[in-house]
């Protein structure tokens, strides 16, 4: 049988996604009250990682030891992936051993090859073309603080990046407005903003953008891999940093949002990021409780039925 993977957002139905939406705010609660919700016991994820993580490695390893199973983080310094091993070989060997495999990686067709050849849920925990987890904690927050997210209008500024790819993937499936500002040359894929219709638009000027928008969002201007790009980038994204008078072209109560890691002073001001709009320090938190909803159900197939 072909394991149900996750590597982008569209890997879920609408109707998953709300499940998971749901299941994930149960989890929250569950894990606030020390209430145990080990329905993971004894079962393994295997965690490849190819770029540095903060979130993403402590979120899946806490996720799994809290819902009582474990984690094994593998790198390509110590392990033959690292030496060449290829990565359907690695790929069906960890299918053996573990019950899921998290995989941050580059080109996202690695990430694609390696799911093909696995016999067990493969999860994106960031390419360079998407990064799906960070969405589901961020619509997570978005929920938690302002409801449905149904028509409302969402602003990315800055680099058309893997998170911007998410975002306009998200639009879709949610069926929000995506309002998106890049200097030229940094825009999305083509193919991805097409593919969202009238829910995501292209736009130059940050301020456009912005304009009464109920959330603003932004990411770093160099992503991992672009580090010899960085001060070409940063002379080319002159104007597009998220700051107090852009956040007031925004609706006033308007959230900010950033997958973090952010550079205060580069892509958002100090005064935003740390600033009573920002909802950050939730998104990182959501990493948490959201994927927890997503191995329970990539590993199990389906959600634990409590429901507070
Ligand atoms: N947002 C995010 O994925 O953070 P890390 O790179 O720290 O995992
Ligand atoms: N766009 C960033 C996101 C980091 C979580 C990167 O790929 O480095």
């Keep these: 049988m072909t394991p149900r993977h996750f590597l982008t957002l569209d890997d879920l139905t609408p109707q998953e996604h709300a499940a998971l939406i749901r299941r994930a705010l149960v989890l929250k609660r569950l894990q606030r009250e020390h209430r145990p919700h080990r329905r993971l016991e004894g079962r393994v994820l295997a965690m490849v990682f190819e770029k540095s993580s903060t979130r993403t490695r402590v979120s899946f390893e806490a996720g799994m030891a809290q819902m009582g199973g474990h984690a094994i983080f593998l790198s390509p310094r110590d392990t033959q992936l690292g030496r060449g091993e290829p990565l359907p070989d690695t790929a069906r060997v960890l299918s053996r051993m573990a019950d899921a495999i998290m995989v941050r990686t580059f080109e996202h067709e690695k990430i ?13 925990a960031l390419t360079d073309r998407f990064h799906p987890c960070q969405l589901l904690a961020d619509i997570l927050t978005w929920i938690e603080h302002r409801g449905d997210i149904r028509g409302r209008t ?4 800055g680099d058309g990046n893997n998170m911007c790819h998410s975002w306009i993937n998200a639009s879709r499936i949610f069926g929000f407005h995506l309002r998106i500002a890049t200097p030229p040359g940094y825009a999305p894929e083509p193919a991805i903003l097409a593919a969202a219709g ?3 638009t ?10 009464d928008a109920d959330l603003v969002t932004t990411d770093v201007w160099a992503s991992m891999g672009q580090e010899e790009e960085q001060a070409r980038r940063r002379q080319a994204f002159q104007g597009y940093q ?8 925004a609706k006033p109560d308007a959230l900010f949002m950033h997958c973090l890691p952010a550079h205060r002073g580069e892509e958002v001001a100090a005064e935003v990021i740390d600033g009573p709009q ?4 939730d998104e990182a938190e959501n990493r948490l409780h959201a994927q927890k ?3 329970e159900f990539l590993i199990l197939g389906e959600f634990g ?4």
């Design 112 to 124: 694609e090859t390696f799911a093909a050849h696995a016999s067990v849920p493969v999860i994106n």
């Design 154 to 157: 969402a602003a990315w500024i």
């Design 198 to 200: 009238s829910h995501a």
């Design 202 to 211: 292209l736009v130059q000027d940050p301020f456009e953008a912005a304009r």
């Design 242 to 249: 998220v700051d107090a008078r852009l956040m007031a072209a």
């Design 278 to 281: 920002s909802v950050v320090w």
């Design 293 to 295: 909803a997503l191995l």
């Design 305 to 308: 039925k409590d429901t507070q």
